[in-house]
């Protein structure tokens, strides 16, 4: 079973400050997806990164996808109330076209 | 704009009941899958399917049976409903392709008492 280790679980910050979460695996991943999470919504995806060492950018959001592609993290800059939410990342196998291995999320607060 | 559209918001239902949850998507997808979400555990997929009438058992698929009949609809199926599958039950849908984009239902909020 291929597992996803994210961190830090909680995050509460200032508006205005950087931050980075991590996703680790011991895992081989043939691409890795970060989704977005709102209270009483489903998770909505912000970015897929499939080329080890590929760097993607989303307005304020950096993701970055570990040469060895067992690991990913996704850096924001100058946080803002509007992404608060749980952030989740998606691993999928190299075999099981599909399927995919989900993180347990970093819950983000951003207070004003 | 694509959807997943689940029967319920929020549901309540006592222990021992039959419980269906269904799972409606407007995107011609091939793959459907049922997760339950827990605070501290993540998403856990309950069941998968790859195409109508084909199904392919999760980590956690005790308690669950699922049904897909027709390619946009998947249901999911607790035979006896107890309070420990209280939860959040999120429905997706993707292509049949490695890495796909997972899109996702609203969820359903179940409680069992």
């Known amino acids: 079973t291929q597992l996803l280790e994210q961190s830090p679980q909680f995050l509460s910050i200032q508006e205005g400050e950087n931050l980075t979460v991590y996703c680790n695996s011991s895992?081989?991943?043939?691409?890795l997806q970060w989704y977005r999470q709102e209270p009483g919504e489903g998770p909505v995806l912000l970015v897929t990164?499939?080329?080890?060492?590929e760097v993607k950018k989303l307005k304020r959001l950096t993701f970055q996808f570990g040469d060895a592609r067992k690991d990913s993290s996704l850096h924001i800059t100058a946080a803002q109330p509007g992404d608060t939410g749980l952030y989740l990342c998606a691993g999928a196998g190299l075999t099981n076209a599909g399927k995919s291995t989900f993180g347990d999320g970093t819950t983000l607060t951003v207070k004003p | 704009d694509v959807k997943v559209t689940q029967s319920s918001r929020y549901l309540v239902k006592r222990t021992g009941e039959k419980v269906f949850l269904e799972c409606v998507q407007d995107m011609d997808h091939e793959n459907m899958f049922w997760y339950r979400q827990d605070p501290g555990l993540g998403l856990r997929l309950i069941y998968f399917?790859?195409?109508?009438?084909?199904?392919e058992k999760g980590d956690i698929p005790e308690g669950y049976s699922v049904s897909r009949e027709k390619k946009e609809r998947f249901s999911l199926i607790l035979e006896s409903a107890s309070t420990n599958q209280t939860s959040m039950y999120l429905c997706a849908s993707s292509l049949p392709l490695t890495g796909a984009e997972q899109y996702f239902g609203p969820g359903t909020r179940l409680t069992v008492t």
């Open positions: 895992s081989v991943f043939s691409s």
């Open positions: 990164v499939v080329t080890g060492g």
């Open positions: 399917s790859y195409d109508v009438k084909m199904k």
